[in-house]
C-alpha cells in the first residue's frame, strides 16, 4: 500500500513538474511578444493594418459598414475629435452601451488617447449608472442613442462633464429643453468625427502596464466593483487567443451578447485581431441571422446555448413529429455512442454524467455497437439540421457560467464544435479555455492559457491539496486585473501573494484540465453544519423539460428546499394558461397537478445524481408564478443568479416553506 501511494506522489510530482516547465516556456513566449509592442492599442493599430481591404463590421441594426482600413480611419478621427474636446491620458471617459458597430471604433478612441473606458450596458437601473459615473469621476459620457440619453438627463448635471456624445440619433432629435438645461456640450458621433478630422492628434506614450479599460462587477452584492484591467493583462489575452483559436481572415462571427463583459469584448477583439468579418445581431433576431450569415465564429452564454437547443426541437416538433421523434431517438443514441468513445479516451470527466468510468476495454466494444448508427445519423440527418438552424460553425464558445452537460452531450452528438472556457472580470476574463486544436474534454472548463498558474486549496487554511481534490481555485498569470479602484481592501482580499482567489470551487485532472463544481460563497450552510453545493443540485434539475429555472435555499434550516420557475411545456401539459398566471396576484402557483409533476422531476433527476448525500435532497419547495431575470433585478447581466437579492424578495415565502416542512 505504502508503495503505491509512493509512486502516485512521485507521478504526481513529475506532472506538477512537467507544468512549470511549460509555464517557463509560455512566460518567455509572452515577454517576447511583449517586446514588440509598447500597448494593446499599438498590437491592435499595426494587426488591423494588414487587414485593410477586408470587410470589418457589419451591423446592419444600425447601418455600419466597415472594412479594415475604414474602421482605423474611424478610431484615429474620433480620438482626434476626444482630445480636441479635452481628454488626456488617465482620464476616464464613461462609454454606456450595448453591443454594436460603433462600439469598438470608441472603445479604441479612448485608448489611444491613453483615457480609460469606463463601461456599462444600458439595461440596468440607473443608480447604478450614476454610482459608476461618480465613482469613476468621468471626464465624459459617451451614450448609445436617444433612450439612453432620456434615461440619465435628469442626473447628467450632477456630473461635471467636459462633453456628452450620443453613438447613434441626430442632436437635432433631442428635446430642444432638454439639450438647454444642460451644463454640458453634447454632440453627435459625426460632430466628433468631423472635429478629428480638423484637429492635429498628439499621440500619448502608452506603456504596457497603463490601465486599458475599467469593467464594473455585475454587483451580486452591493455596489459594483471597478475593475482595472491594463493594455498587458490585454496583451496576454489576445496572444494567448491567436494560437488557441487559430482565427482566420475572412471568417465570419456573429455578435449578440454586452461587449461590455468582458468576455464578449475579449472574444471580439480576437475576431477582428485575427481579420475575422464581424456581423451583430440581436437576441430577437438571433435565428434569424445564424441562418442569414451562415457564421464561423460564435460565442455565447449558457442560456442560449440551451436555449437554442430546446428551440431546435420546438421547431421540429411543429414541422413535422415524426421528424422530431426520429430526432430524439438519434440523439440519444449520438450521446451514448459520443459518451463511451470519450470515456475510452479518457476526455471526458465522470464527475457530471451517470456513466461509471469502467475500463477502456468496455466502453470501446460499446462505442462499436452504436458508431454505425451515429454515422448514419450524423450524414443523413444531423447535418440538415444544423444548416437549417445555422449550425454549422468552426468554432463555438460558452462562457459567462457553467454549460449544464446536458446542453455539452447534445451539441457535440450533433457535431457542433462547442468548447468551454471560465474566467472572471478580474481575470480579463479568461483563464482557462478548451484549446480548438486539441480533443473537446467535456465536463471540463479547459486547460490555463498561456502563463497561467492555477492552485486548488483548502478552502479553510488555503494549503495546495493536489490534483483531483476539490478545492478553491486560485489563479496567477498576465491576465490578473491591476486592482479594484479606489477599494484597496477588496483588491487585498481577493489578491494575496500575486494569486488571485476566484470564490469558485473545482479540481485538476491529470492533464491540466480544470473542473468546476460551484461557488465557495454561494455555499448552503445548515442548522446542523453540514455544507451544502448547490450549483450540481440545480444543474441536475434543470436537465428537466418541466423545469426552467431554479435556485435552493436553507441557509440556517434543518434542510434543503427549493424555489421553482417551471417551464412553458410544464404549464401546457398541466393545462394553466400563462395568460391567466399574468392576471393573477399570487407569488405562486398552488396547482396540485403541476406541484406532482416538478415533485416528480425533482426527485427523478437528483435520484441521477451519484453519491448526493441525504442532507443534500430537496425536501419542500414553491412553484414562482415569476422568473428570475435582469428586469426584476434577479439575475445580473449576465445571468448568473442574484442569490441575496432572491432570498431577500422570497424572505416570507421561504420562512413559511420551512414553517410548513416542521409541520
Given amino acids: 500500500m505504502e508503495n503505491n501511494i509512493e509512486l502516485e506522489l512521485e507521478r504526481l510530482n513529475r506532472l506538477n513538474e512537467k507544468r512549470a516547465k511549460e509555464i517557463l516556456v509560455e512566460e518567455k513566449e509572452l515577454d517576447d511578444f511583449y517586446s514588440n509592442y509598447e500597448s494593446f492599442t499599438n498590437y491592435f493599430k499595426i494587426k488591423i493594418n494588414e487587414y485593410k481591404d477586408l470587410r470589418a463590421i457589419v451591423d446592419n441594426y444600425t447601418n455600419v459598414n466597415l472594412t479594415y482600413g475604414e474602421l482605423e480611419d474611424n478610431i484615429n478621427n474620433f480620438a482626434s475629435g476626444l482630445q480636441s474636446l479635452g481628454v488626456k491620458k488617465g482620464d476616464f471617459v464613461a462609454l454606456f452601451s450595448e453591443n454594436n458597430g460603433r462600439w469598438v471604433i470608441i472603445d479604441q478612441a479612448i485608448a489611444r488617447n491613453g483615457a480609460i473606458s469606463t463601461l456599462r450596458g444600458i439595461n440596468v437601473p440607473i443608480d447604478e449608472l450614476e454610482y459608476i459615473l461618480e465613482h469613476s469621476e468621468s471626464v465624459g459620457v459617451i451614450l448609445q442613442n436617444k433612450v439612453t440619453f432620456e434615461k440619465l438627463k435628469s442626473t447628467l448635471n450632477k456630473f461635471n462633464h467636459k462633453f456628452i456624445i450620443l453613438m447613434f440619433d441626430n442632436i437635432n432629435n433631442l428635446n430642444e429643453k432638454d439639450v438647454n438645461e444642460l451644463q454640458t456640450p453634447i454632440y453627435s458621433f459625426d460632430d466628433i468625427i468631423l472635429k478629428g478630422k480638423e484637429y492635429a492628434f498628439k499621440e500619448p506614450k502608452i506603456l504596457r502596464d497603463d490601465s486599458y479599460s475599467m469593467s464594473y462587477t455585475s454587483g451580486t452584492t452591493g455596489n459594483p466593483k471597478g475593475v482595472l484591467i491594463t493594455h498587458k493583462n490585454m496583451l496576454s489575452q489576445v496572444y494567448s487567443l491567436d494560437t488557441w483559436l487559430n482565427v482566420k481572415p475572412k471568417e465570419k462571427s456573429l455578435e449578440m451578447l454586452p461587449v461590455w463583459h468582458a468576455y464578449e469584448r475579449t472574444l471580439q477583439y480576437a475576431w477582428l485581431l485575427g481579420g475575422a468579418d464581424v456581423h451583430f445581431t440581436n437576441l430577437v433576431n438571433l435565428k434569424k441571422d445564424l441562418v442569414k450569415y451562415e457564421p464561423d465564429l460564435i460565442c455565447s452564454v449558457p442560456r442560449i446555448w440551451e436555449t437554442m437547443r430546446i428551440g431546435i426541437y420546438q421547431k421540429l416538433k411543429q414541422t413535422s413529429r415524426w421528424r422530431y421523434y426520429f430526432f430524439d431517438i438519434a440523439v440519444k443514441l449520438s450521446i451514448r455512442y459520443q459518451i463511451h468513445r470519450m470515456y475510452s479516451e479518457r476526455r471526458i470527466t465522470n464527475k457530471k454524467t451517470k456513466y461509471k468510468l469502467r475500463s477502456k476495454i468496455y466502453h470501446k466494444v460499446v462505442r462499436s455497437f452504436y458508431k454505425p448508427l451515429h454515422l448514419i445519423a450524423r450524414k443523413y440527418l444531423y447535418e440538415k439540421v444544423r444548416k437549417d438552424f445555422g449550425l454549422n460553425f468552426r468554432l463555438s464558445i460558452s462562457g459567462g457560467g457553467a454549460l449544464a452537460i446536458k446542453d455539452q452531450l447534445f451539441y457535440d452528438a450533433i457535431g457542433v464544435n462547442l468548447r468551454e472556457g471560465y474566467g472572471l472580470t478580474e481575470t480579463s476574463p479568461i483563464v482557462v479555455m478548451r484549446k480548438a486544436s486539441e480533443p473537446n474534454y467535456l465536463g471540463s472548463a479547459g486547460k490555463p492559457i498561456k502563463g497561467t498558474k492555477i492552485k ?175 428586469e426584476n433585478g434577479m439575475l445580473n447581466q449576465t445571468s448568473k443568479l442574484r442569490r441575496n437579492v432572491i432570498f431577500e424578495k422570497y424572505s416570507k415565502l421561504i420562512s413559511k416553506m420551512f414553517k410548513k416542512d416542521k409541520k
Avoid: H
Fill in 456 to 630: 486548488i486549496v483548502d478552502p479553510d487554511t488555503f494549503e495546495y491539496i493536489g490534483m483531483y481534490k476539490k478545492g478553491l481555485v486560485l489563479v496567477k498569470g498576465p491576465q490578473v486585473m491591476k486592482e479594484y479602484y479606489k477599494n484597496k481592501e477588496a483588491t487585498d482580499a481577493v489578491i494575496k501573494d500575486g494569486w488571485f482567489n476566484t470564490g469558485d470551487l473545482g479540481f485538476i485532472t491529470k492533464d491540466c484540465n480544470l473542473v468546476l463544481i460551484g461557488r465557495a460563497k454561494e455555499t448552503i450552510v445548515l442548522s446542523n453544519g453540514e455544507n451544502v453545493e448547490p450549483v450540481p443540485i440545480e444543474a441536475a434539475c434543470l436537465e428537466s423539460p418541466y423545469i426552467d429555472q431554479i435556485v435552493l435555499v436553507g441557509q440556517d434550516k434543518s434542510s434543503i428546499g427549493a424555489l421553482v420557475v417551471p417551464s412553458d411545456e410544464a404549464l401546457e401539459r398541466c393545462g394553466i394558461l400563462i395568460n391567466e398566471l399574468k392576471t393573477s396576484n399570487n407569488v405562486t402557483i398552488q396547482d396540485v397537478k403541476l406541484r406532482d409533476l416538478i415533485k416528480q422531476e425533482i426527485n427523478t433527476y437528483i435520484k441521477k445524481k451519484s453519491k448526493l448525500k441525504p442532507f443534500e435532497r430537496i425536501k419542500q419547495f414553491e412553484i414562482l408564478k415569476i422568473g428570475f431575470n435582469v
